[in-house]
């Protein structure tokens, strides 16, 4: 089966941000208390977070005396070998073949190791809430099951997001750097980061600029959680007894269909 | 529109759908185990249109147990096709929002809170307050003792954010109360515009449309944020770019356009006719002019008086004492005919291209920098890749918005587009064009609809105290052409004034009693915004209405405007929210007991909660759906028009009063008696607008086309321009006869007819694309576009004289002789006129031809306008308050704009700071939508203030340190943001700071703010009196205290 992924193109972007707000009100996360701008340029909300799971950057970018104004993407990357999957003990984040990688939040137990194990800090935890989930992008697993494409994607008025089969996407990306290469500087963000990601970027400028982060792997970073992983029955013991609450009131708040009409990516 | 979840799916495959669901080929069986709850089932659909922006992208509103619970881009319409900016993406929050007024609010003179009020309750206090002073405040006589019949006292604002069905009964129950003083956002937006285009080409409107971006080589993004502000704009254009073209953004910030565009110029606010014109003095000195299309398509060739002159910045005829000119000079040289005499050879050195060159030759590069700040390489380039496109096979558009409308000289801004379109022979054809961007969803219907005081529906014009009778008034405007080859279409004008008048008061519109003429209030002088809120400062407006417009934070002045709502007597809102303007009375600094105002604050319901279209910017009217009840009690502005008109007719026939007879015999039956909420019926209104016939054999039917229109009396049409989109059906063809929600019925006269509303067609198809190469994205059976579904006007200039395509690749209309048994006829768009081409075929002049532009009475485009107040070329005059003198001339200003406080302008020692206001995608407009929204209020919480770096250390100033910006008008805070992409002016060896601030912030609201318009003049362009936003002095300073 052939693995999906989203291309993003910095170049097409005009930093509309349709995108985070399709996401919000495709996945109903509440708007955040901001002031300001919480990063360089209108960017709002500083970071990602349980509520904001897709987030524009503004990036003032002089290279020699060429100046850019380049707007990235911070986003659950959706990695081919994800290390938040492999990190958590019980299967509550999953890799799926069609391409994103899922949360099952009747499974998890609360132990954040999934945002440790992130190589570009994507998870999140519901720290204000007594009774917390981890949130990230779903790539919207639940619009993909409809035949629709992700609710960025769809949304993106110039086609900077765009979805479809990876290799495809990979070619394409190629292509546009190909055909316009003083245009484009010339690496696919994600093609071999952390082992491959589901999520491509391709920029006017090196990733640095856009603050991304860099200094990633390019071997899964599944392969090093192994480690951790060793540890975690012990933990678990000691961990038991907190956790074993915390899942038995979600489990009682599942039995009572709080949530069977939220419409969420999470499944 | 409902259509059901599986044709939704179907239609969601349809567009990058069907290609998408192969692409995807996405098995998803394997992952069910997980996923077993977890597809959500499919709400009802309903198709509805975005109430923000003029782009007017499509929306589809889910809606499931009587719930919306999603909405989200419309994957079938031609323009966005499923994409939505972050605004369009937010609507959700509009109707599940808990800011929402949901009940009737009353606040008592001196009060300081609101008290609820049931609709019975406040509509007949309402009435009562509009017939005392109605009658209170008539003026029968004006001060020359002429007859006017008008109610001065009182004002009506608002209605760009209405259905267009709803700013017709809005105009109609103003105009029939004897209002003169009704105007709405168009005149602070776009009035620049329709002064300038129809002086030009003959319509106000937008030339092409969003889509056609794409047949573009070049586009000019100048007095626009389009990427910002027009955001699906970017898609066409994008687009564009993938076909090679190049986009150039000229502003004096960079933007979120400038960093799509492929080159940036900046220039200093307030210079934009400098920097065109160095365009087109480019052009001329190199030849890089289309001389056969203008020899053919424009006065070019017309010989002017020879009194006509112009000298140290001021044309012939200017009397300094009226701040005005004697235009009698500005004519064209007329045969023994009467006919404009013309020099094809255009080599007479009274010319228009002549005179023309002359004028232009003094805006080289260096004196044009010089002026602008633009460093001279940048600006070449730009003159270069931008008049590349004068020859046939290129072609640039040039795209606009508030950064050029918005000047003590906007009308002249955009002729200066004007003339540089015309020379590169860019007009009419496809990519080209003069694109000005509106901004409201429906500011393009609310101008056809003649919200404003000086016209009435379709553009034809306000009764004047001049013309006592109808007789005089046609005479006045019904323009005259001695030239048999122009159609001069206004000359069908008293048809649509006769047939409107028959809207009005129907039966009781006869002609004996100048069908009902004198029931409308007649102007004398200028009653624009800024006269208004004058006129209301001074007392002499003693209620106003305000239909979803905000003006205490969006007027020019704000401190004065909001001062000036305190000295009504009542004030009457109909809006979404809480707008600042409906809570003036406690704003920050004053004490509500002091201010004597009634407010009444009416509960409105939110574009996805009623029926009617919208007209965006390209003039597609978009018909959209109720997908949900309005929250609480809210009830459309029709009802409120619909209950107000009841009460008022009651009130008149009971007491008498001034001018009784006007409402009594107002005709309003729309069904809404029927209704169990007493709601009008929107497609009886649209059937009116549209036109019926009132006697005769096909007396109630709709009529098909304005040609049909009479000066009799058989004919009614709310608008002229209109006509067409509603038609009778019984004759029609084709698959306008398939399924669909545009086939309707209405009644007439007791009798039931078959009809169309075109506005709901949903054919995608386009014709266009045929491998041909013919321009793409006409797409004629999706809605309908006016005038009668002409996709690009003046198309009858993108043909030469034989009537084929300038540039065959990428035409509109061509005249195929094999058509029609070979009589020959016209293919493609729908042409301005059905008139064979000019040329027969031996070549010589067809006599029954028509000249291109048919609006005007010369038949052709106007290089040369003299029609306008100051001067028939654009010239080069500093903003009222600049820190330059004008280099160009010793006249400093616009000498024909009307200065209301002299006393008001900043000296620029005091104020050295050049200051612009802005918008940005997240918030629209005044702010109350978009600051009301949660998702866009966590994006842009704060009014901010963008500064160079520059400007920045020497003030000692980080970003995020709050400042106060001041003005001769007034003082703000706001939080810095400091920026590379906002750098001073280097001009005549002096540095020019210049500083931008975002307009959309004010006392109330989910996010509050500052407004930037209590810094701004109240100063007008001299055409039209649109305020000058964009260009004005302050002073910048760092606040202490937070």
């Known amino acids: ?84 999957a492999s990190a958590c003990p019980v299967g509550a984040l999953e890799k799926l073949d069609s391409g994103p990688v899922v949360y099952h939040k009747d499974k998890c137990i609360g132990c954040r190791y999934c945002m440790l194990a992130c190589p570009f800090v994507v998870p999140r935890f519901e720290y204000d809430s007594w009774n917390p989930y981890i ?64 999520v491509l970027h391709i920029s006017n400028v090196p990733f640095e600029e856009l603050g991304y982060i860099t200094d990633v792997p390019k071997r899964p970073i599944a392969a090093r959680t192994e480690l951790a992983m060793k540890s975690i029955p012990a933990v678990m013991v000691g961990l038991a007894v907190v956790l074993g609450a915390s899942y038995r009131l979600r489990t009682r708040a599942q039995l009572r269909g709080e949530d069977a009409e939220r419409p969420s990516g999470t499944t | ?74 994957p079938d319409h031609p323009i966005n096709e499923g994409s939505l900016c972050s605004k369009g993406a937010s609507l959700y929050q509009i109707h599940h929002n808990d800011r929402r007024l949901r009940t009737v609010g009353y606040r008592k003179p001196g009060s300081d809170q609101w008290e609820t009020l049931s609709w019975d309750t406040a509509m007949k206090m309402i009435a009562e307050r509009v017939k005392k002073t109605r009658d209170e405040t008539w003026l029968e006589k004006d ?64 030339t092409n449309h969003w889509i056609d971006m794409i047949n573009s080589d070049v586009l000019m993004i100048m007095g626009s944020n389009a990427a910002e502000t027009h955001p699906i704009a970017a898609r066409w254009i994008q687009r564009a770019k993938e076909r090679g073209a190049v986009v150039l953004s000229a502003d004096p910030r960079y933007t979120r356009t400038s960093s799509f565009a492929d080159h940036y110029c900046k220039f200093r606010s307030g210079t934009d006719i400098a920097f065109v014109g160095g365009f087109i003095n480019y052009a001329l000195q190199n030849d890089r002019v289309n001389h056969e299309y203008i020899r053919h398509c424009t006065n070019a060739t017309f010989i002017i008086n020879p009194e006509f002159g112009f000298e140290a910045g001021l044309f012939t005829g200017y009397d300094e004492s009226q701040r005005g000119y004697d235009k009698s000079t500005w004519a064209y040289e007329l045969d023994e005919n009467g006919v404009p005499k013309r020099d094809p050879s255009m080599q007479h050195p009274r010319c228009v291209f002549q005179l023309l060159k002359k004028h232009f030759a003094r805006y080289d590069v260096e004196a044009v920098c010089s002026i602008t700040g633009t460093p001279q390489e940048d600006y070449r380039k730009a003159c270069d890749v931008y008049t590349s496109t004068w020859s046939s096979d290129r072609v640039a558009t040039w795209l606009y918005a508030m950064g050029t409308t918005q000047h003590t000289h906007a ?17 009419g054809v496809a990519g080209g064009g003069i694109n000005a961007l509106r901004g409201e969803s429906n500011v393009q219907g609310s101008t056809d609809m003649a919200l404003l005081f000086h016209i009435l529906p379709g553009y034809l014009k306000t009764p004047q105290a001049k013309h006592g009778s109808l007789a005089e008034h046609l005479a006045a405007f019904t323009p005259k052409s001695n030239d048999s080859m122009s159609a001069n279409w206004w000359q069908h004008y008293p048809k649509y004034m006769v047939s409107l008048l028959k809207a009005f008061w129907g039966d009781h519109a006869t002609k004996d009693n100048d069908f009902c003429y004198d029931y409308l209030g007649r102007i004398t002088g200028n009653l624009s915004h800024i006269a208004m809120f004058e006129a209301m400062y001074a007392d002499r407006i003693k209620g106003l209405f305000c239909f979803g417009q905000n003006p205490a934070v969006g007027g020019p002045n704000a401190n004065k405007e909001r001062e000036a709502l305190g000295k009504l007597d009542w004030l009457v809102v109909t809006d979404l929210w809480e707008t600042d303007t409906s809570v003036f009375w406690r704003r920050p600094g004053v004490d509500p007991s002091k201010i004597k105002t009634e407010v009444f604050l009416l509960p409105a319901a939110a574009s996805m909660e009623k029926e009617g279209n919208v007209v965006n910017s390209g003039r597609w009217a978009q018909w959209r759906y109720k997908a949900a009840a309005a929250p609480g009690e809210a009830m459309t502005d029709a009802w409120v028009l619909t209950r107000l008109v009841k009460e008022l007719k009651e009130l008149y026939a009971q007491q008498g009063g001034k001018q009784p007879e006007a409402i009594t015999n107002l005709y309003w039956e729309y069904g809404q008696d029927s209704d169990e909420h007493g709601e009008p019926n929107m497609h009886m209104v649209a059937a009116e607008v549209n036109g019926y016939y009132m006697s005769g054999p096909d007396k109630g039917k709709q009529i098909t086309n304005f040609t049909k229109l009479t000066d009799d009396g058989s004919t009614c049409s709310g608008n002229w321009l209109y006509c067409g989109d509603y038609v009778d059906r019984s004759d029609g063809k084709g698959k306008e006869l398939g399924e669909g929600g545009h086939l309707t019925e209405v ?68 005249w195929n002789p094999t058509l029609k048994d070979g009589k020959g006829g016209w293919e493609g768009d729908i042409p301005d006129g059905g008139w064979p081409p000019l040329a027969k075929a031996d070549g010589t002049l067809n006599p029954s031809s028509k000249y291109p532009f048919i609006m005007r009475p010369e ?34 200003n616009d000498p024909a704009i009307v200065i209301w406080e002299p006393d008001m302008v900043g000296d620029p020692a005091e104020f050295p700071v050049v200051a612009t206001t ?39 100033v980080k970003t995020g340190d709050w400042v106060r910006v001041t003005s001769k008008r007034g003082s703000m805070k706001a939080r810095a943001l400091v920026t590379n992409r906002f750098e001073p002016f280097f001009i005549g060896g002096k540095l020019v700071d210049q500083i931008g601030i975002p307009w959309h912030w004010g006392y109330n609201g989910l996010a509050t703010g500052d407004s930037a318009n209590v810094l701004t003049p109240h100063v007008g362009d001299a055409n039209t009196m649109i305020p000058e936003y964009k260009a004005f002095l302050c002073r910048v300073e760092k606040e202490e205290v937070a």
């Not at chain 1, 901001?34 to 950057?57: H, I, M, R």
């Open chain 2, 143 to 206: 001060d020359r003792g002429r007859t006017v019949n008008r109610a001065d006292g009182i004002a009506c604002l608002g209605g760009a954010a209405l259905d267009t069905e709803e700013c017709y009964l809005l105009v109609k129950a103003m105009r029939t109360m004897g209002l003169v003083w009704i105007e709405h956002q168009a005149r602070i937006c776009h009035s620049s515009t329709v002064a300038s285009l129809a002086s030009s080409f003959g319509r106000g409107a937008m």
């Open chain 2, 859 to 892: 038949g052709v485009a106007c290089l040369f306008a003299s029609a306008l107040a100051d001067g028939p070329f654009p010239e080069h005059y500093e903003p009222l308050e600049s820190p330059l003198k004008n280099p160009m001339s010793p006249q400093q």
């Open chain 2, 918 to 956: 802005f918008r940005v995608c997240e918030h629209w407009q005044a702010g109350a939508m978009t600051r009301n929204t949660p998702w866009l209020v966590e994006l842009m919480p704060d009014v901010f203030v963008e500064m160079s770096v520059d400007l920045a250390v020497r003030n000692g």
């Open chain 2, 747 to 814: 009644t007439h006269f007791g009798k039931t007819f078959k009809t169309i509303n075109r506005m709901a067609k949903r054919f995608k198809e386009d014709p266009a694309e045929v491998p041909e190469g013919r321009c793409v994205g006409l797409h004629p059976d999706w809605t309908w576009c006016w005038p009668i579904n002409r996709r690009i006007l003046y198309n009858r200039a993108s043909v030469d004289r034989d009537g084929q395509p300038w540039d065959a690749h990428r035409w509109v209309i061509r």
């Open chain 2, 1 to 74: 529109m409902e259509i059901s979840r599986r044709s939704f799916l179907a239609a969601t495959g349809g567009t990058g759908g069907s290609a998408l669901l192969g692409f995807l080929g996405l098995d998803l069986r394997p992952s069910v185990a997980y996923a077993s709850q977890a597809v959500p089932k499919r709400g009802k659909i309903f198709t509805t249109i975005c109430p923000y922006c003029g782009v007017g992208c499509g929306l589809i509103v889910e809606v499931r147990d009587g719930t919306v619970v999603n909405i989200e881009g419309d």
């Open chain 2, 411 to 427: 009308t002249q801004n955009i002729r200066s587009y004007v003339i540089l379109q015309l020379l590169l022979g860019n007009v």
């Open chain 1, 135 to 198: 949130t990230k992008c779903t790539m919207c697993y639940d619009r993909l099951q409809m035949g629709e494409i992700p609710a960025c994607a769809k949304t993106c008025p110039t086609g900077s997001v765009t979805f479809g089969e990876r290799d495809a996407l990979i070619r394409e990306a190629k292509e546009r750097i190909a055909s316009n290469p003083s245009e484009y500087h010339h690496h696919i963000y994600g093609l071999e980061e952390a082992g491959g990601t589901c």
């Open chain 1, 1 to 84: 089966m052939a693995v999906h992924a989203l291309l993003i193109d910095t170049v097409r972007c005009t930093g509309c941000r349709g995108c985070q707000v399709a996401c919000k009100q495709w996945n109903k996360r509440a708007a955040e208390k901001t002031e300001f701008f919480g990063g360089p340029g209108y960017q709002n909300p500083a970071d990602l977070s349980k509520d904001t799971w897709c987030l524009v950057t503004y990036n003032e970018v002089r290279i020699g005396d060429r100046f850019e104004w380049v707007f990235g993407k911070k986003q659950c990357m959706h990695c081919l070998i994800p290390g938040c």
